[in-house]
């Protein structure tokens, strides 16, 4: 399979737990996006990852917040002392740059969120 | 402002039949591009359609074709002969053009139900 794959599919944390997501892109694409999605919305963008470059982030993106993308390839969403209101699915997506308006992001699965 | 509205929240419709799906949009750049992505209840959004700002014909994927009224800025999605698989939520997002641009504006969806 060589779409976009994250790790894990849910979790369950108990509030004050520190959880860290993982995301695979396809494997050509250097640019990476971390999007966050309540029930009943559409997704709503978070940060971005051109290479291992962070080149965006979203007010959304508290402090308790930090995304990575160490060598260009995978990346890693860390939420600190979570809280209730970040329980959501967390969908990570790829493309390949330039972004224009044509460019086209695959996405993952998500990773399903349940802070109790 | 809203950029992406979507103003039905849930339809359901009978197997086989051909389903409209509204998404009106608001933008001031000349260059942006429409998108309709599929969510079923896995999760992933599954990419259906592109529409391109300068496109000068509605675009088609299979069963999916998109009615493009410009003036309207409007971007319908029209699914042909449904089928029960596609029931799913369904999400309209647009880019706007620029270099610089990388994030997808995303539509609150409209949850399609297709009766047997």
């Known amino acids: 399979d060589t779409g976009v794959s994250q790790d894990p599919r849910h979790k369950i944390t108990k509030r004050g737990q520190n959880v860290t997501f993982r995301c695979d892109p396809i494997s050509e694409h250097n640019r990476l996006y971390w999007y966050r999605q309540t029930l009943g919305q559409g997704p709503e963008f978070l940060t971005y990852?051109?290479?291992?470059?962070?080149?965006?982030k979203s007010r959304l993106l508290s402090d308790r917040f930090s995304a990575e993308r160490p060598k260009g390839s995978f990346s890693t969403l860390e939420i600190q002392r979570t809280e209730q209101g970040d329980s959501a699915m967390y969908l990570c997506?790829?493309?390949?740059?330039?972004?224009?308006?044509?460019?086209?992001?695959?996405f993952g699965q998500g990773t399903r969120l349940t802070v109790v | 402002a809203q950029k992406i509205t979507q103003t039905q929240p849930g339809m359901f419709v009978q197997e086989k039949e051909a389903v409209t799906l509204d998404c009106t949009y608001d933008?001031?750049?000349?260059?942006?591009?429409l998108f309709w992505y599929k969510q079923p209840s896995s999760g992933e959004m599954i990419f259906l359609i592109y529409?391109?700002?300068?496109d000068q014909q509605n675009a088609t994927e299979g069963r999916y074709s998109l009615n493009f009224q410009k003036a309207r800025k409007s971007a319908n999605l029209v699914i042909s002969a449904s089928q029960l698989g596609d029931s799913a939520m369904y999400f309209c997002a647009m880019r706007e053009g620029g270099d610089s641009n990388y994030q997808l504006i995303w539509g609150a969806g409209t949850k399609l139900i297709i009766k047997p």
């Open positions: 997506a790829s493309s390949l740059g330039p972004d224009r308006a044509n460019t086209e992001a695959f």
């Open positions: 933008t001031s750049d000349p260059s942006y591009g």
């Open positions: 990852f051109q290479n291992e470059a962070q080149l965006e």
């Open positions: 529409q391109g700002s300068y």
